[in-house]
T-cell receptor, first 111, second 113 residues
Framework: AQSVTQPDARVTVSEGASLQLRCKYSYSGTPYLFWYVQYPRQGLQLLLKYYSGDPVVQGVNGFEAEFSKSNSSFHLRKASVHWSDSAVYFCVVGSNAKLTFGKGTKLSVKS | DPKIIQKPKYLVAVTGSEKILICEQYLGHNAMYWYRQSAKKPLEFMFSYSYQKLMDNQTASSRFQPQSSKKNHLDLQITALKPDDSATYFC????????????FGHGTKLSVL
């Protein structure tokens, strides 16, 4: 069975600071990995996805994530956060669109 | 304009009643899905449809019945509602049933009293 662990339920950072949101996954075989973001009162939107190739994948709005097979991790990073990045971020693993979501990390950016 | 329309946005129901959650997508996609997000659990996959045919069902209860009357519609009928059914239900779609990007609607928040 596949699973995703996001160990941090809430993260608070100051505007302009760097960010890392952690994600560990469990999956048999080669996983499809995603980060989705949910802004307040909106549906989920895809930030980035990874299947193979360069372990560092670029997403929208300056986000990137790094895949590590040895650590079973897919951490999300951003060099400098903006207040508009405040949202809930979900790490996701899946195949054939049967996605398994982590519990999410709520990011608050202080201005 | 939202390309995936879910109606209603909010829904209050009494225990034992039946409700239908509406989902229409205007992206020209061939695969549609339902996911559920309850207060204490992560977002959970429920159903997938491809070309109006049920492909995957991970919902144990038969009280949840998806209905696809048109290619771009995937409604969700819930019967004999229970308080535990309270959640936000998200409809999603993708071009084909694969691992490519899913587009999500804004959700229907269901409260069962």
């Amino acid at each position: 069975a596949q699973s995703v662990t996001q160990p941090d339920a809430r993260v608070t950072v100051s505007e302009g600071a760097s960010l890392q949101l952690r994600c560990k996954y469990s999956y048999s075989g080669t996983p499809y990995l995603f980060w989705y973001v949910q802004y307040p009162r909106q549906g989920l939107q895809l930030l980035l996805k990874y299947y193979s190739g360069d372990p560092v994948v670029q997403g929208v709005n300056g986000f990137e994530a790094e895949f590590s097979k040895s650590n079973s991790s897919f951490h999300l990073r951003k060099a400098s956060v903006h207040w508009s990045d405040s949202a809930v971020y979900f790490c996701v693993v899946g195949s054939n669109a049967k996605l398994t979501f982590g519990k999410g990390t709520k990011l608050s950016v202080k201005s | 304009d939202p390309k995936i329309i879910q109606k209603p946005k909010y829904l209050v129901a009494v225990t034992g009643s039946e409700k239908i959650l509406i989902c229409e997508q205007y992206l020209g996609h061939n695969a549609m899905y339902w996911y559920r997000q309850s207060a204490k659990k992560p977002l959970e996959f429920m159903f997938s449809y491809s070309y109006q045919k049920l492909m995957d069902n991970q919902t144990a209860s038969s009280r949840f019945q998806p209905q696809s009357s048109k290619k771009n519609h995937l409604d969700l009928q819930i019967t004999a509602l229970k308080p535990d059914d309270s959640a936000t239900y998200f409809c999603a779609s993708s071009q084909v049933r694969s691992n490519e990007r899913l587009f999500f609607g804004h959700g229907t928040k269901l409260s069962v009293l």
